[in-house]
């Protein structure tokens, strides 16, 4: 059983957004063992950043569905797989912004195999500041990528590696292309 540190990032704008960042590692990497699971204990913390321009306005009380990626240059107690979208939600509460994790996909790649891990998560962001909520900068809160900030757990999080097709037919071409390989050596001798 492989036991992997994670770390989570939500920001979601839309299904086809979140299905787009989701998709693009899946298409350029095989997926791991089936066996895997992927584990961060209670407050556990991770570096994450958004994957988008993140604003809200003055009078916006709250964002729904967003985006967040890991960061690795943040000092964290763990590391997510590069490949993952944590979902959360960014509720305004006078000067800063507090972000609420609640879903993560990853997608961990290693050689020619990867797994999926999909589940609920509980989470809260930290600012560098150590305090709950990202500081906003004026009356509009606006948050770029590329900007790390803490990830903290608010209960462990286990998730087994998924089923995956992707895997299966990729092991199955492989195997084949191995039969013809070998087949082919022994129609030359």
């Known amino acids: 059983m492989l036991m992997r540190p994670s770390t989570l990032q939500p920001t979601l704008k839309s299904s086809a957004t979140w299905f787009s960042v989701l998709m693009a590692p899946l298409m350029a990497s095989p997926l791991l063992a ?11 913390t991770v570096g994450v950043e958004f994957t988008e321009n993140v604003i809200i306005a003055e009078g916006e009380d709250r964002k729904d569905n967003i985006l967040l990626r890991p960061n690795h240059d943040v000092e964290a107690s763990h590391q997510l797989p590069e ?52 500081a906003c900068e004026d009356s509009t809160c ?32 492989r195997q084949e292309g191995q039969e013809e390989s070998e087949e082919g050596q022994t129609d030359e001798e």
């Open 34 to 44: 089936a066996d895997a699971t992927l584990v961060l204990p209670d407050r556990a």
């Open 83 to 134: 490949y993952c979208v944590i979902i959360g939600d960014a509720m305004r509460s006078g000067d800063r912004v507090r972000i609420t994790a609640h879903d993560v996909t990853c997608i961990e790649a290693e050689d020619a195999d990867s797994a999926i891990f999909s589940d609920e998560m509980d989470g809260g962001v930290y600012d560098t500041d150590g305090q709950y909520g990202l």
């Open 142 to 173: 606006t948050f770029l990528p590329n900007e790390g900030f803490m990830l903290t757990l608010n209960e462990t999080l286990e998730i087994d590696a998924q089923d995956n097709p992707s895997a299966e037919i990729n092991a199955q071409r």
